[in-house]
């Protein structure tokens, strides 16, 4: 019974239920999509037309001045580097340890399993805000020998090689499904002609899974890469993007304007290099990864 | 088939290298996650002293609660402030991305257009990129710039629209109130609302084709389908989808609360009282989801687990 116009016998009444529904979604992409073009159309602008009361959206100079300030301000080789090798330790060890976990608790029966998957649902219901503060001191003073782990990528590191880092619960939880419904042959296929069960894991189930395996790596690299918790708390000298962003602050620019809001532009001009990677990275995987939410990870 | 001593079963394989693979997650959570919760409870019972080297501890008993509670100005607001938008923004958005979800689950043309703007925010409207569309709208507002479109809250122009038609129709200064946040608050909500859409598709796919057609052969309309089969089939899902944006709200950085205690920690260098804090907020998220859990248990339909 899907939702769709077929069930109204009337030509009009179909006309109806597409007109309504295409208003709506219309209506929803444009308030998610609207933010963006904002902070670009508002970048793009020369500071005359944002004093300028007559400019609304489109601009009547352009000029990559905020860009200009906005590069200069980000650091932004330094920064780029220090957030990519950053999100890609987290999310490489992140899809390693939540994808082993994931296959044990889905398709392995041992005693125990229904405990540990009890432990990933809390890992993902405790917020890491709430234990902040005892995640800073470990870090700090870490193990017997105190060693200080603060502005160390190791940190974040053992958090995510362990599991535990940030949303691991999540994408245990996302994993864990799609190796659930995986048809039910493929271990008993590989058994027959000999693989050990690592063997097995390797060769035959993470090539079926690729589809949701690059959904988790973009997830964690993503979300790393905007990330303002852990920057904040275990990187508070590095400079990630959050620590530079936040750095912003823009008292008088050289073209002589009061620009009070001169920060406010700068930052989203900032946010809007930031996320260049990411939307192209995006773009280019988007066949690939909307088809894994089309096809929910049925190997079919 | 007899087994030979030297052939192992499937089973017996599977459980002996199952160990091995959850090592590592066992690993994180007995080594890293159970003591930071446990460091987490134990602070919230001392005074912490930071010093060059290290830190101390004095124990203070419930004298770290008893300031959280009766001394701190703030707290208490900014707890019953953080339940009140976890109690409007929750049910908002689980309705909300589950009608997408529904919808999304259509073939029309463009779905997949659609499907990848509505992900849109997950991925980027998070982090820093909301930390400073937050701030920004403050200054926004401060400054009462309605001209200057710095790519900020959007809300300036609609709220006062909006407002000012509800009050011509004279309904309720409450009703007005909720009536306008939610219009206001759908912007935040549909950004919230990504990764639940996910999951809700994720489980709609999972309903076999052979159900759809038994209940046309039956007679249901599309309605009834929905309340009779897909809600049930999908209750699981909407319970774990509850829990999930629960921590999601709480994870944003545009919640107060944990900047407070945050504040609290690192600048006044309270760190008793602000894991005081902590720990009392868990409590009570903790309590409301297992309410959430055992007002619904009966309704949820396990089908082989």
Same mark, same amino acid.
């Given at each position: 019974?899907? =939702? ?16 309504? @529904? ?83 608790l889905a398709? /392995?029966?041992?005693?125990?399993r229904n405990?540990?998957f ?6 993902? /219901? ?50 864990r499904n799609?190796?659930i ?51 904040? @708390? ?24 009061? &620009?009070?809001?001169?920060? !406010? ?36 | ?9 499937? &089973?017996?394989?599977?459980?002996? !290298? ?31 002293? @930071?010093? *060059?080297?290290?830190?101390? !501890? ?35 958005? /689980? ?31 998070? *982090? ?22 710095? *790519?900020? &809250? ?35 909500? =549909? ?11 994720? *489980?709609?796919?999972t309903?076999? !084709? ?23 089939? /999908?209750s699981p899902i909407?319970l774990v ?20 205690? &945050? ?37 949820i339909y396990y089908e082989n687990l």
């Amino acid at each position: 019974m899907q =939702l769709n116009s077929d069930r109204l016998k009337s030509k009009t009444g179909k006309t109806v239920f597409n007109i309504l @529904l295409f208003l709506l979604l219309f209506g929803f992409c444009f308030l998610i999509l609207q933010p963006f073009v904002l902070k670009i159309m508002s970048a793009i602008k020369d500071p005359i037309d944002i004093n300028d009361k007559t400019v609304g959206l489109i601009p009547k100079h352009f000029s990559l001045y905020y860009f200009e300030l906005a590069l200069n301000k980000m650091n932004i080789l330094s920064s780029t580097l220090i957030s990519f090798l950053l999100s890609l330790i987290v999310s490489v060890s992140q899809l390693f340890a939540c994808t082993l976990t994931a296959y044990a608790l889905a398709r /392995l029966k041992f005693k125990g399993r229904n405990l540990i998957f009890l432990c990933t649902i809390l890992v993902l /219901l405790v917020p890491p805000q709430a234990y902040s503060t005892a995640m800073y001191m470990n870090f700090r003073f870490f193990t017997f020998l105190e060693i200080n782990l603060i502005n160390n990528p190791l940190s974040i590191f053992l958090l995510s090689a362990l599991g535990v880092g940030f949303k691991s619960g999540l994408y245990i939880y996302l994993l864990r499904n799609y190796f659930i419904n995986l048809p039910k042959e493929l271990e008993n296929a590989a058994f027959v002609d000999g693989a050990s069960p690592i063997r097995t894991f390797f060769s035959i189930i993470l090539p079926n899974a690729n589809v949701m395996l690059a959904t988790v790596f973009l997830f964690s690299f993503c979300w790393q890469w905007t990330d303002t918790f852990y920057s904040d @708390l275990l990187f508070p000298q590095m400079e990630t993007f959050n620590k530079v962003i936040s750095g912003i602050q823009i008292f008088s620019t050289d073209k002589g304007f009061y &620009d009070s809001y001169a920060t !406010t532009i700068v930052q989203n001009a900032a946010c809007v290099i930031m996320l260049i990677p990411i939307m192209i990275i995006f773009l280019a995987c988007q066949k690939f990864f909307i088809k894994s939410i089309a096809t929910s990870g049925l190997a079919n | 088939m007899k087994k030979t001593p030297k052939s192992k079963s499937l &089973d017996s394989l599977q459980k002996q !290298t199952a160990y091995l693979f959850v090592a590592p997650f066992l690993a994180g959570f007995l080594l890293l996650f159970l003591p930071m919760i446990a460091k987490t409870v134990f602070f919230a019972f001392n005074n912490i002293k @930071l010093s *060059g080297d290290g830190y101390t !501890t004095t124990f203070v008993g419930i004298d770290n609660f008893y300031q959280a509670t009766m001394v701190n100005p703030d707290f208490k607001g900014q707890l019953i402030l953080a339940l009140r938008t976890l109690a409007t923004e929750l049910p908002t958005v /689980l309705v909300l991305s589950l009608f997408v979800a529904v919808i999304l689950n259509m073939n029309f043309k463009g779905v997949t257009a659609v499907k990848a703007i509505f992900f849109v925010p997950v991925l980027l409207a998070t *982090g820093i990129v909301l930390k400073v569309e937050q701030s920004s709208g403050i200054l926004t507002q401060l400054q009462e710039i309605t001209s200057v479109t710095t *790519g900020t &809250d959007i809300d300036m122009a609609q709220f006062t629209a909006i407002t000012s038609l509800l009050e011509r129709i004279n309904l309720s200064p409450q009703i007005m109130d909720v009536i306008v946040s939610a219009a206001n608050g759908i912007y935040n909500v =549909l950004n919230s609302c990504g990764v639940q859409i996910f999951i809700f598709l994720a *489980g709609l796919q999972t309903i076999p !084709t052979a159900l759809h057609e038994a209940a046309s052969v039956e007679g249901c309309t599309a309605w009834e389908f929905f309340w009779k089969v897909t809600l049930p089939i /999908l209750s699981p899902i909407i319970l774990v989808n509850a829990f999930y944006t629960v921590v999601d709200i709480f994870t944003k950085p545009t919640n107060t609360f944990f900047n407070f205690t &945050d504040r609290v920690a690192f600048y006044d260098n309270n760190f008793g009282v602000a894991t005081a804090m902590n720990v009392i907020y868990l409590v009570v998220v903790a309590l409301i989801l297992f309410l959430v859990w055992f007002a619904f248990r009966k309704k949820i339909y396990y089908e082989n687990l």
